[in-house]
């Protein structure tokens, strides 16, 4: 199964709940939450594909200060960003231990340093703090409880510390 990240389109909204399936109830999102970043920040939407159905999605966009919390509208993005928030990494079972997350990383590491900032930011949900270590995430911190009791804030810098 050959797979591919492109541009997430408004009609793959419907499809982004598959994948999400596979993800603990414990972290509910509004579609109108995922459509908003997706007209906010088109950019940082990606969508996996296989065989012309979604296997995954993921979506970041330019933030500063606090993460927002879980299931939050964000009406605007920060004309201060510093950083790139992975809002969301989701991939079906088959499509996890393939390679997608870190393609998708240097995606947004790219995305990152054209938009003249040095650091990656996000929320590891559900005990996958260890994956996005390896991924090269270090911990900043416990999360807000919107995102759950083992929820960690992450960052990954690169060109130096911002």
Same mark, same amino acid.
Request: aromatic share 6%.
């Given at each position: #199964?050959?797979?591919?990240?492109?541009? #997430?389109?408004?009609?793959?909204?419907?499809?982004?709940? $598959?994948?999400?399936? /596979?993800? =603990?109830?414990?972290?509910?999102?509004?579609?109108?939450? !995922?459509?908003?970043?997706?007209?906010? !920040? =088109?950019?940082?939407?990606?969508?996996?594909t296989a065989d012309e159905s979604l296997r995954g999605y993921a979506? $970041?966009? =330019?933030?500063?200060?606090? @993460? @927002?919390?879980?299931?939050?509208? *964000?009406?605007?993005?920060?004309?201060?960003?510093?950083? *790139?928030?992975?809002?969301?990494?989701? *991939?079906?079972?088959?499509?996890?231990?393939?390679?997608?997350?870190?393609?998708?990383?240097?995606?947004?590491?790219?995305?990152?340093?054209?938009?003249?900032?040095?650091?990656?930011? *996000?929320? /590891?949900?559900?005990?996958?703090?260890?994956?996005?270590?390896?991924?090269? !995430?270090?911990?900043?911190?416990?999360?807000?409880?919107?995102?759950?009791?083992? /929820?960690?804030?992450?960052?990954?810098? !690169?060109?130096? =510390?911002?």
């Amino acid at each position: #199964m050959t797979m591919n990240w492109r541009a #997430m389109r408004a009609q793959d909204l419907r499809a982004v709940v $598959a994948p999400r399936d /596979a993800i =603990p109830p414990d972290h509910p999102e509004r579609p109108e939450i !995922f459509a908003e970043r997706l007209a906010l !920040f =088109p950019e940082g939407a990606r969508a996996l594909t296989a065989d012309e159905s979604l296997r995954g999605y993921a979506i $970041a966009h =330019p933030w500063a200060g606090e @993460p @927002p919390k879980l299931d939050t509208s *964000l009406g605007a993005l920060p004309a201060d960003s510093d950083h *790139l928030y992975i809002h969301d990494v989701a *991939l079906a079972p088959d499509a996890r231990g393939l390679g997608a997350a870190r393609a998708v990383l240097v995606r947004f590491e790219a995305l990152t340093r054209g938009l003249g900032l040095k650091e990656l930011r *996000l929320i /590891a949900v559900s005990g996958s703090a260890p994956t996005w270590r390896r991924l090269g !995430f270090a911990d900043v911190g416990q999360a807000s409880s919107s995102y759950g009791g083992q /929820a960690r804030e992450m960052r990954r810098i !690169f060109g130096g =510390p911002t």
